[in-house]
């Protein structure tokens, strides 16, 4: 399994910006994708996830209602959408997916089977 993580950049505060996740290497259907992000100084944390049928979305609080994540199963492709970014959303942004995560969890790196290499996001203010 492969994930690439791509769609990052420079932008300024009240931007928006979306991430793409583009996953290879096996049938998807039965996984679990999220997105992490690990800023300076600060450990990796949990940003949101999905899962394989898109019925079920988890946010961090931090990111609730400005962040948005989606896929396109058929392109076997997960979306990040980022509105109303703020400074403090400045990270790099990883993808993650796994076929046996359980909702307990979600918000630990470690239990994530497998990772994009990770994309610059930088909001000026």
């Known amino acids: 399994v492969q994930l690439q993580a791509s769609g990052g950049g420079l932008v300024q505060t009240g931007d928006s910006l979306r991430l793409s996740c583009a996953a290879s290497?096996?049938?998807?259907?039965?996984?679990?994708v999220a997105w992490f992000r690990r800023a300076p100084g600060k450990e990796r944390e949990f940003v949101a996830s999905i899962n394989y049928n898109g019925g079920s979305q988890y946010y961090a609080d931090s990111v609730k209602g400005r962040f948005t994540i989606f896929g396109d199963n058929g392109k076997n492709t997960w979306y990040l959408q980022m509105k109303s970014l703020k400074p403090e959303d400045t990270a790099v942004y990883y993808c993650?997916?796994?076929?046996?995560?359980?909702?307990?969890?979600?918000?630990?790196?470690?239990?994530?089977?497998?990772w994009g290499q990770g994309t610059q996001v930088t909001v000026s203010s």
């Open positions: 290497g096996r049938s998807f259907q039965t996984y679990t």
């Open positions: 993650a997916a796994s076929s046996r995560i359980i909702l307990s969890s979600f918000r630990i790196p470690s239990q994530w089977g497998y």
